[in-house]
């Protein structure tokens, strides 16, 4: 669909849901194309693309709202008689659709990765993958390399006209060991808009991995002081916390940070940011799904709870105002959601905490870790990559061995913050987080 | 390749035949299926697409009220959906099918909350081709209510290694976990050391402990004639009698294997490849009632209600809805939500009792490989496991 095209079928299904009773409508179109390489067992295994266009439709009829979506091309009549059907099953709407559209400049397309030719991806999968195996011959290696772009249109009865083009790069290089029984896994990667991903960065933290797992140690059912690397961080604990700080679960009663706005809830060194408008994060926006510009939202300033994100009808619930923290997909309708999370840097080096260590454990991956009782901020999970620390240094890797704790709770009590932040995928960018005392239980 | 704009055609087919050609290096050896020709009616037991909205949405409501109405639950959440799916497969080789779905899933939970302490209660709930379920949800509405407030003053789990009885229910995700995830080819057919593991009769269980994944087993979320390869649906006995004695193929995997397609290509929809996946997944049942499965557990945990699993294969992990200790052999306090997790090699060879019982959990949805939530149920009866590791969250 030419970009003209476009807006001329977006144009036709405002005014037909005008003309079907809407008081106010709006079109959310995306476009999208991807091309996914994948390696399995150190093999290349399937080229795949993937091209999926849509719109959805948001009305508001009666003061209620309605909503439909179709990848249908030239769905009008249809889309719009769906809308306006459920709308009087829809929630009351407390939310006017955004007329203007001052959002900052995102730099989030780069026009290089569209013209990425296969071959470099196959290359890049590639490399991730013999680098590993020069490490570990017997390791079987997935790889997963994509290059997608896509373009987002919002437009709506009240004059808001948004639109953007956005790419992403990603490779991820996923290895696993058998021994007997016994398996062993290790894995990282690397997201961008752009296309220089930082492939040497990916190599070394596997190969990390692997050095650190050549052993294997046991724990015994005990409280001990546990480090989560960013991997480790991102895994278990950003879930529960941003959870937290959705407007949403906090109008709702659903969050522990209700009542808690301005309080010093969390050690006083710990600052967390959600933040749209970095360049070239794949995270990043220069407005959210509803056409409201992005911004650096902070969540935790110095261990004080600082706001709360919000999409248009939560704000409207809680007399807030939208923090343009809308997302959503084509099928659904926006739903708050992180962008950028950034925890802050703290002082101390990783190698220093571990020194520091007489008995622990060191977290990369909690396997499980999103169930149980995460709005409350409970994680828990089996250690599917951690090492064991005796006397200051990494002794091996633990198995059958699962850790378990609060976030909100553990936060009051950061032993240290790491010095050394890194990105995990395209939107958690976070240091390593030591906690003084955890329960680890363990089959041993 | 998939894409929704038809006018692309050609340029599609051309993009599809150049990424064959790179990949190609090795040629793929499909296992035959017979060519079908077919078109497979929708059995209706009750439609919901014949029941007005207004309709659902009265009866939703009446289960909202019902949770709020217990004193101390706070919030709620009550998702509904049904889904109509019609899918055609045609392939070259003369295979032309047509089928159709309606998936009516849903979840409903309660959320109790003082000073600061959150709890929630929740259970997810699934038919295929079947409204039915949905209007007779007041009970578990009611119980959800009570139990959220009841969790808050419920202790934590003490951390540590315990015999575990799983209600049906839970073992059912068990066994998809633990188990059936191990038993898709996809992880064994180019990896020598996972084929050793995998060995055709090795000893996984004791003798009284049956495996079994089938599309052809009727009525349930993770039936269906045809797989997303036109292969006709079985049923594949997996464990038998302790002994690993089948497994899980697409055409891809069985012609690599020298095995026979099992009808286990799945792919979630035209935008994705199908993969080995498993459908309907269970646990025979066997000879021991449920008072003398806790009978002789002195200090045990009895784990109820599914709310989530994941497994590495050789380790799982999975989360009960709803757990109790059990004391000198009955059931004791009310904990707080628990997780079990193990190795899979000691936890099947460590279940040592099985019900006379059986129950299927539909309101799940399978991930792998980016395709989620793909339509599955498993099953069991009751069953008792030795040693579990227990996290106390």
Redesign the interface.
Same mark, same amino acid.
């Given at each position: 669909?030419q970009h003209g095209e476009g807006k001329v079928a977006i144009d036709r299904i405002l005014m037909a849901a005008r003309s079907a009773g809407a008081g106010q409508a709006e079109v959310f179109s995306v476009e999208t194309e991807e091309m996914p390489v994948r390696f399995?067992?150190n093999?290349?295994?399937? !080229?795949?693309?993937? $091209?999926?266009?849509?719109v959805a439709l948001r009305v508001i009829v009666d003061g209620r709202i309605g909503f439909a979506s179709s990848?249908?091309?030239g769905d009008v009549e249809e889309l719009v008689a769906a809308a306006v059907?459920?709308a009087?099953?829809g929630p009351e709407a407390h939310l006017d659709f955004p007329s203007d559209g001052q959002a900052p400049q995102v730099e989030v397309f780069d026009p290089a990765v569209e013209s990425l030719a296969?071959d470099e991806m !196959?290359q890049a999968g590639q490399s991730l993958i013999d680098a590993v195996r020069r490490t570990e011959p017997e390791i079987?290696c997935d790889a997963f390399v994509r290059r997608g772009a896509s373009t987002v249109t919002i437009e709506n009865s009240n004059g808001g006209s948004f639109t953007y083009q956005g790419t992403g790069y990603s490779a991820w290089v996923h290895g696993?060991l !058998?021994?007997g029984?016994?398996?062993l896994?290790v894995g990282d990667g690397d997201a961008s808009c752009r296309t220089e991903l930082d492939l040497k960065a990916v190599e070394a933290s596997v190969i990390s991995q692997l050095e650190n797992s050549r052993r294997t140690a046991e724990v015994k059912?005990a409280e001990m002081p546990v480090i989560f690397t960013p991997l480790g961080v991102a895994s278990a604990l950003i879930g529960p916390l941003a959870i937290a700080f959705s407007g949403r679960m906090v109008h $709702?009663? $659903?969050s522990?940070l209700?009542g808690q706005l301005g309080k010093e809830m969390y050690v006083a060194r710990l600052s967390v940011w959600d933040d749209a408008t970095l360049a070239y994060r794949p995270g990043s926006r220069p407005f959210d799904d509803e056409g409201v510009a992005s911004r650096r939202i902070p969540l935790i300033e110095k261990g004080v709870v600082r706001s709360f994100m919000y999409d248009l009808q939560t704000a409207g619930l809680a007399k807030a105002e939208s923090t343009g923290s809308a997302e959503r997909s084509l099928a659904a309708q926006p739903s708050i959601s992180t962008s950028c999370l950034l925890v802050d840097e703290g002082d101390v080096r990783f190698a220093e905490m571990v020194r520091g260590v007489k008995e622990g454990l060191v977290v990369e991956e909690l396997?499980?870790a999103? $169930?149980?009782?995460v709005?409350?901020g409970?994680?828990?999970?089996?250690v599917?990559l951690g090492y064991k620390i005796e006397g200051g240094e990494i002794t091996g890797r633990v198995?059958?061995?699962?850790?378990?704790?609060?976030v909100h709770a553990a936060l009051k009590h950061v032993a240290a913050i790491g010095r050394e932040a890194r990105w995990i995928g395209g939107s958690v960018r976070t240091p390593a987080l030591m906690f003084e005392r955890l329960?680890?239980?363990?089959?041993h | 390749m998939s894409f929704n704009e038809p006018a692309d055609l050609r340029k599609r087919v051309e993009e599809a035949v150049a990424a064959a050609r790179h990949v190609g290096r090795e040629t793929s050896a499909l296992a035959q299926v017979e060519p079908v020709v077919d078109s497979v009616a929708l059995v209706l037991k009750n439609d919901p697409r014949t029941v007005p909205l207004a309709t659902k949405k009265e009866i939703l409501d009446r289960y909202n009220e019902t949770m709020l109405a217990v004193e101390g639950v706070t919030s709620t959440n009550i998702t509904y959906s049904d889904g109509h799916k019609r899918v055609t497969f045609a392939s070259s080789e003369g295979s032309f099918i047509e089928q159709e779905r309606i998936d009516v899933v849903s979840r409903l939970a309660a959320t109790a909350r003082r000073n600061g302490d959150m709890q929630q209660a929740s259970m997810s709930l699934g038919a295929l081709n079947d409204f039915s379920y949905i209007e007779t949800l007041d009970e578990t509405a009611k119980r959800l209510g009570e139990r959220a407030v009841e969790l808050l003053s419920a202790p934590y789990v003490k951390a540590g290694t315990y015999p575990v009885v799983l209600d049906p229910i839970l073992a059912g995700v068990f066994c998809h976990e633990a188990f059936g995830h191990l038993s898709e080819s996809d992880f064994v057919y180019e990896n020598e050391r996972m084929k050793e593991i995998m060995v055709l009769g090795r000893q996984f269980g004791q003798p009284h402990l049956n495996i079994v994944d089938g599309a052809a087993v009727p009525d349930l979320r993770g039936s269906f004639k045809y797989d997303d390869e036109g292969a006709p649906a079985r049923k594949t006995d997996l464990i038998r009698e302790g002994v690993l004695l089948g497994r899980l193929h697409s055409r891809e995997t069985a012609g690599k294997m020298g095995e026979k397609p099992t009808g286990n290509a799945r792919a979630l929809d035209y935008r994705f490849p199908p993969i080995v996946r498993m459908t309907n997944t269970y646990i025979e049942p066997g000879e021991t009632s449920f008072e003398d499965v806790i009978a002789d557990i002195e200090e045990g945990v009895y784990a109820r209600n599914w709310f989530g699993g994941t497994t590495s294969m050789e380790m799982f992990t999975f989360s009960a809805g709803e757990a109790y200790m059990i004391r000198n052999g009955k059931i004791a306090e009310l904990l707080r939500p628990v997780k079990l997790t193990g190795n899979l090699f000691t936890t099947l060879l460590n279940i040592d009792a099985l019900g006379n019982d059986m129950d299927f959990n539909q309101g799940g949805g399978c991930g792998k490989a980016g395709q989620m939530p793909l339509p599955v149920s498993n099953g069991s009866p009751h069953i008792r496991i030795r040693d579990v590791v227990v996290g106390e969250r």
């Open positions: 669909m399995e067992a093999r290349l295994k399937e !080229i795949n693309s993937r $091209q999926t266009s849509g990848t249908k091309p059907e459920t009087p099953f296969v !196959i079987l696993t !058998i021994r029984t016994d398996m896994f059912t $709702q009663g $659903q522990p209700v396997m499980g999103g $169930q149980g009782n709005m409350g409970d994680f828990s999970g089996n599917l198995k059958d061995t699962m850790v378990a704790g609060n329960t680890v239980s363990s089959g | -």
